[in-house]
C-alpha cells in the first residue's frame, strides 16, 4: 500500500533529511586518499548521532556498518572495511538516517584525486540522470515517466541502467511501495500523488548493465564485467506542481 504522509510525517522526514544531507557534506570533507573505508563510516555514524539521528542501515536485516560504502565495480551495499581509497577510485556514498521513527535515504558518488575523462563523465552523467527524473515529478505523473527520462539520459549519454536494483518509497520504513525503476516506458505505472515520498536513485554503469553478488558475502552487488558504477539519490515529497528534495540543504 503506498502511503500519503501528513503534514506531522513530512516534517519529521524534513529534519531525518537534513541530518541526512548534513552527514553526507561531513563525510565529503574526509574523502581522500589514504582514509580507511570504516574510518568513513566511523565519522559518519558519529556525526549522525551527535545530531540526534540514528544510522539505520546499522543492523538492518544484518548489515554490520553505519553507511554502505562501494567502490569501482561495486554497485551498492558495500560494507566499510580497512580498505583505504587512493587516487582514481570512484567511491559512492549511501545511507538512510531514521529520525523519531521516520526515514531520509541519499547516495552521493565522488571520484577521488583525479581520473580519466570518461570516469568523470560517467559519475557528472549518473547525477544528471538523478535530475533528469526529477525533473519529471509533480502530481498526477506516472512513475513510468520518472523512470523512462532516466534510462533516456543513460542511453543517450553511453551508460547502462541496471534493472536489477530499483528505488522505492520511503517513510517510517526504510522501504515502501512503490517501487521506482530507473527505465520504462511513458505513461505507465503508479500515479504519483501529492503527499507521497519516494526515494530516486539512478545506479549507473560504464559498460554492462549486469551485476551480481560478490562471493564473500550476501551484501556487495558488483558489475559483472568489472566496469565502474556510479550512484546518486535523493528523499523527495510530491508536491501538487512538482517535488521537494527532502535530504538536500
Known sequence: MISIKSDREIDLMRQAGHINYLAHEEIKKH???????????KIAHDFIVKNDGYPSCLGYEGFPKSICIS??????????DARKLKNGDVVSIDFTVRYKGYESDAARTYIVGSASK??????????????????????GVKIGDVSHAIEEFAHEH????????????????????????NYGEEHTGIT???????AIEPMLNLGGKEVCL???????????????SAHFEHTILVTEDGYEILTGE
Do not use: C, F, Q, Y
Request: proline share 6%.
Open 71 to 80: 567502490l569501482n565495480d561495486e554497485v551498492v551495499h558495500g560494507i566499510p
Open 118 to 139: 570518461e570516469i568523470e563523465d560517467l559519475v557528472e552523467n549518473t547525477r544528471l540522470a538523478l535530475n533528469a527524473g526529477l525533473s519529471k515529478v509533480k502530481s
Open 192 to 198: 504519483l500523488k501529492k503527499g507521497m515520498t519516494i
Open 31 to 41: 574523502i581522500k586518499p589514504g582514509i580507511r573505508l570504516d574510518e568513513l563510516d
Open 158 to 181: 553511453g551508460l547502462s541502467v541496471i534493472e536489477d536494483l530499483v528505488g522505492h518509497g520511503i517513510g517510517s520504513d526504510m522501504h515502501e511501495e512503490p517501487d521506482v525503476p
Open 214 to 228: 560478490t562471493d564473500k558475502d550476501d551484501w556487495v552487488i558488483v558489475t559483472e564485467d568489472g566496469s565502474p
